[in-house]
Structures are given as structure tokens and as C-alpha cells.
């Protein structure tokens, strides 16, 4: 963005390209959280198109307690069966959830007398976590949780993580990230020319930015995790596209500019030499030669 004079000043913001506004122009986006995205390296507003997730959570659907696996990340629902504290080498809070297809253990180490109250038996929960392998069978350390009364529907698509700083959550990223989607087509044209995509068989900029931000339900979570999805693929390969363009860039220019030559005003090897607190070896002047 060019800079502009004391006299454009009013009319800067209707002047900057679409996408080149800094973030304050978006809804919820002040001097604090512009100063924190500009710590990731996001200072105009389509840079959140191209600020990419680092891995997803699938909370898309609700998963039956009795189909629980070791090491899965889920979202389920149940009825507290039981909850109380228990003492032993740490004190936790420990509840019992069931969904009538199965039971998980829930412990939580560090919690409040608030917590107590809510996790209390006959509370119809939501919780997500990673399901690990218990003394008494399948279990949840310090899930995520909420009364269903309060819940919303499930995500619509995969719940994206992405690169963050301190200060500045992932509901504020994904909540800037969907402003910044929804005016994708005036941010982010599509450098590639048609005929290039369907030789390479990668997809348009518009759907990849899409996929790769809100993932949908049936998506390859393994996929995505390796980089290896076509829309991350399309990203990839237009980053990479340009690097070799603007090298190739300047090569071009550089043969243009004449290296001026610098002939030294007095031997600079001989004084150095015989600066040297010790005297060369034989094998040392050859080399030098």
C-alpha cells in the first residue's frame, strides 16, 4: 500500500484495495487485539485468509459413550451417574457419565466449589475430550463442559486451531476468520489461470481457503494433518509459484546492474600476513597460492 499524504488522509480507507484495511475494520477488532495480530504477522485484513489452521478437532457430531476409543478426541452427551470427591495422592473431583450406550469417568484436579455444584448427579452434560485408558475403564481428564440446555447444535464443519499469541484466543481468530471469509471473492483473487489448475488438478483459491478453514464433517483428519489434501496442496503450491517467480525476477534484473570493481590501494593479503603473530608453514603458502 502506498503511503499517503496529510491531504488523503480522509479519504484513505475508501482508496486502500479490497483486503489492504488494516484489521480494525473489522467488527470486534481495536487497538489491543490489531496489536496482538500484527504479532503474527497479520496487519491487513485478507492476511487472516492466508493465517492458517494448525490442526482441527472434530466436534461435528456426537458420539456414542459405548464407542469411545483410547487416544480419540470426541464430543459426547450423558446423564452424571455419580460425582463426588475422592483423595488419594491428589485430590480430584470425579463424576461418572452415561448415555445408556456406555460410561466414562471424568477427573478433574484442579476445580471449584462452583464445579462441585454443577457436576452433580442428574446433570445432562456435554463434554469433549481426549478419551484415555483409566484403572476402572475408559476416562476423561479435565474435559471441556457444558449443561445441554446450554448448548448449541454441533459445529457445522471441523473446529480449526490455528497459530495464536498471548492474549488472543481461538474463539476471537475463528470469529475475524469468518468475517474474512465471507468477503473471500473480493479479497482473494484467483492469480492462477484456469487451464493451469485443471492440467495440475488442484481446486480454484476461493474453494481451498474455504476447505481449509472450515473443513467439512466427512473430511480426512489424517489427511489434513500431513499437508497432503489438494486445498492445502493449492496454497502450497502457489506460495511456492511465487518464490520461484520472484527469484527468477531477480536474476533477470541483476545481470542489468554492473558490479563496480574495487582495486585495493595496497597489498591487503601481505599486511594481514605479516600482521600474523607466527609464521606461516609451507603447506599454509601453498594453499594461500
Given at each position: 500500500m502506498s503511503r499517503l499524504s496529510n491531504s488523503d488522509a480522509p479519504s484513505a480507507v475508501s482508496r486502500v484495495a479490497p483486503g489492504e484495511a488494516p484489521p480494525t475494520q473489522l467488527a470486534g477488532v481495536g487497538p489491543r487485539v490489531?496489536?496482538?495480530?500484527?504479532?503474527?504477522?497479520?496487519?491487513?485484513?485478507?492476511?487472516?485468509l492466508f493465517h492458517l489452521p494448525l490442526r482441527y478437532e472434530d466436534r461435528t457430531r456426537i458420539h456414542p459413550v459405548g464407542a469411545l476409543r483410547p487416544g480419540q478426541r470426541a464430543l459426547i452427551e450423558g446423564e452424571v451417574l455419580s460425582a463426588g470427591i475422592v483423595y488419594g495422592r491428589r485430590r480430584m473431583l470425579?463424576?461418572?457419565?452415561?448415555?445408556?450406550s456406555g460410561r466414562i469417568t471424568m477427573r478433574m484436579f484442579n476445580f471449584y466449589p462452583n464445579q462441585q455444584r454443577q457436576l452433580?448427579?442428574?446433570?445432562?452434560?456435554?463434554?469433549?475430550?481426549?478419551?484415555r485408558s483409566g484403572p476402572r475403564g475408559l476416562e476423561m481428564i479435565h474435559p471441556e463442559y457444558r449443561p445441554v440446555a446450554d448448548c448449541k447444535p454441533p459445529d457445522a464443519s471441523l473446529t480449526p486451531y490455528y497459530p495464536t499469541t498471548e492474549g488472543l484466543g481461538q474463539s476471537v481468530l475463528r470469529k475475524l476468520?469468518?468475517?474474512?471469509?465471507?468477503?473471500?471473492?473480493?479479497?482473494?483473487?484467483?492469480?492462477?489461470?484456469?487451464?493451469?489448475?485443471?492440467?495440475?488438478a488442484l481446486p480454484p483459491l476461493t474453494d481451498s481457503l474455504d476447505y481449509v478453514h472450515r473443513p467439512p464433517p466427512a473430511a480426512d483428519l489424517a489427511l489434513l494433518a500431513e499437508g497432503r489434501h489438494p486445498c492445502q496442496q493449492r496454497l502450497a503450491f502457489e506460495e511456492l509459484l511465487a518464490h520461484r517467480l520472484g527469484l527468477r525476477q531477480l536474476r533477470r534484473r541483476t545481470p542489468r546492474r554492473r558490479a563496480p570493481a574495487l582495486a585495493?590501494?595496497?597489498?591487503?593479503a601481505g599486511a594481514f600476513i605479516t600482521a600474523l603473530p607466527f609464521r606461516l608453514t609451507a603447506a599454509q603458502q601453498r594453499v594461500i597460492g
Open positions: 490489531a496489536e496482538k495480530l500484527a504479532r503474527l504477522g497479520i496487519e491487513r485484513s485478507r492476511d487472516l470425579v463424576w461418572v457419565l452415561g448415555d445408556g452433580r448427579r442428574g446433570a445432562h452434560l456435554r463434554c469433549f475430550g481426549e478419551v476468520t469468518d468475517q474474512a471469509l465471507a468477503s473471500r471473492e473480493e479479497w482473494a483473487a484467483e492469480l492462477l489461470p484456469t487451464e493451469m489448475l485443471q492440467r495440475i585495493p590501494e595496497r597489498d591487503l
